[in-house]
């Protein structure tokens, strides 16, 4: 008997007898099941590369959940999602065919982006399979196809009969690199260096109160007391000089009693000699700078505040290209830096830059690309977010860890404007809308019309008016939109099943929670009226051996199906399983998979060593073990076995 086991333990050997003995059937979801259900909302990752180290770790916790609960008499589902539309498709599909997605047509383009996905998807599968996920292939679903996405779209419809979707003209965060707006969630602020230039704003009418006064007032002239021999001017502080076309105002406290006289005047904008009214404003820091800042269209949330607030105009200086327009009158047409450039030279040249020094800012970048954002104006579609119903929703679920429940309150009580759910892309569902070109009446798509693409696809009933010309909505969908349906979509929306909400579990990424937690139990509530799941476990990232997050930079990227190769799927789900901690960062380490491996020798030899001590035993007599000859420690050990 001995001899039937090699003293080695062989892990591919071992671990490909098992993968292809095992019938995928027994990790079947039943619907019409008497136990108690245990539907996990498993995340649905992005098909753009390989399954990376992140993604396996989590599935592990998800894997250990789903195989203790079936032990436990649980109807287990573990579905398994693909998160396919966005920009990352876009721009691989880009690379590898070397043309941009303007340069084919619509339909060409996004057929290239399904075909990289599937590709990705089946990559994908092969490593879940040889790290021994308990997956149910019955219940997977792909975004991209016709069945999720109409049910996307059946959504959009549905919010917006309900009034919680609609489109307005009005400031939003636009990623100039990925020609697109953004939502807030995808914004991450990165602090950077910068440079604080001290510019002269030039004459302008005063206010009442100033007849005669001269002087240049907020900074180095006020201080040293030389401007009587100036013209009546203001000391302003800013880091984006680019944007002196659009501004539209200056702002200073009404406490400050070095502006006071200004206030209700008028100054003249540097260089492009035009006037902007002095308003007096409380969030004005009298302490930053000069105490005197310039509002422009847009700059920051702070501008579209006091845009709003005080009525100001609307400079448009930025392009959705982040090229300068024609406001900027010469200055049209060049990128940003250029024009930054031009600008601070010109008012040098001009004796109107006085000072500059350098300053630390935290600056709002696009969470795909790095890219600075700007705020521009545009007409886009929106979610309305109900803060206080989110909250409440929230407050319902058990958060593993307690403490991330935090993160998730801090986030929503953030939220300012609504969510920004349209995008200037194509692999995205698409948003079902179109114009009448008779009246300019929005015209939104019937749920019996979906799924459809209204490029390709015109309303079958006229307009109210009569007429049946239209122009398609050719933005699409937020991805968030489709993966925020994930807990209805497994618990049977998807499948055509009657709904089963609120699921069990969320398993999911702390780096997520503003943006897929936040949305999945917007959507929901809106949709079901009820919370997304009863739990939701949130883990950490993983780390390399250096400490640092893993990237292609720092050349500290370590592959699970590299892993594996080595010392086999049990030594890295015994890593995930012995070093991870819930809501915690995790550092890769090779010895820890190396004590891993060893270990499972150690079970190898410990079975090795026993075969021939029980060579026989269940062939003797009918083959029964008569429960007399048993140990207390037999009879202990088949007592915790039956138990689960």
Known sequence: MQETLPKEYDHQAVERKWRSGIDQNIYRFDWDSDKPQ???????????????????????YIDFVARYKRMRGYNVMFPQGWDCHGLPTEVKVEETHGITRHQIPRSEFREMCRELTITNIRKMKETMARLGFSIDWNCEYVTMDPSYYGMTQKSFVRMYSDGLV??????????????????FAEVEYEDRKTVLNYLYFGDGEGSEDSEGSEGSVGGKDDEEGNGGDRNRRLEI??????????????????????FKQFIGGT???????????????????????????????????????WW??????????????????????????????????????????????????????????CWRCGTPIEILSEKQWYVRVDQD???????????????????????????EWDWCISRQRLFATPIPVWYCKGCGRTVVAKEEWLPLDPTEFSPPD?????????????????????????????SGWVFGRELHVPTQLRPQGHDIIRTWAFYTILRTHALAGTRPWDSILVNGMVFGEDGHKMSKSLDNIIAPEEVTDRYGADAFRQWAAIGGATGSDIMFRWKDVVSASRFQQKMWSIVRFSLPHIAGVADAGDGEISRDSLTIVDLWVLGRLNML
């Open 38 to 60: 245990y539907i996990i909302d498993t995340p649905p990752p992005y098909p753009t590369g390989n399954l990376h180290i992140g993604n396996s770790l989590n599935w592990c």
């Open 166 to 183: 609609y489109q307005r003209e009005g400031p939003v965060n636009w990623c100039p690199r990925c020609g697109t707006a953004i939502a």
């Open 237 to 258: 502080a800013t880091t984006r000089p680019e944007l002196l076309p659009a501004c539209v105002a200056v702002a200073v406290n009404p406490d400050d009693e070095r």
């Open 308 to 365: 709003i607030e005080h009525e100001l105009p609307l400079r448009v200086a930025i392009d959705r290209d982040g090229r300068m327009t024609g406001v900027a009158g010469k200055y049209e047409g060049l990128s940003l830096s250029d024009c930054r450039k031009a600008i601070l030279s010109d008012l040098e040249d001009g004796g109107l830059l006085y000072r500059q020094e350098p300053l630390d800012q935290s600056v709002g970048a």
């Open 267 to 305: 100054i003249t904008v540097p260089l492009f000699d035009y006037e902007v009214p002095v308003i007096a404003d409380e969030e004005v820091d009298p302490a930053f700078g000069t105490g005197v800042v310039m509002i422009c269209t847009f700059g920051d949330k702070q501008d579209v505040r």
């Open 462 to 490: 006229p307009c109210e008016c009569g007429s049946g010309d239209f122009t398609p909505e050719e933005d699409v969908l937020d991805t968030w939109m489709d993966s925020s349906l994930s807990a209805m979509a497994v």
């Open 389 to 415: 119903a989110i909250l409440n929703i929230a407050d319902e679920i058990e958060w593993i860890p307690e403490h991330m429940l935090i993160r998730l309150q801090n986030w929503t009580k953030s939220m």
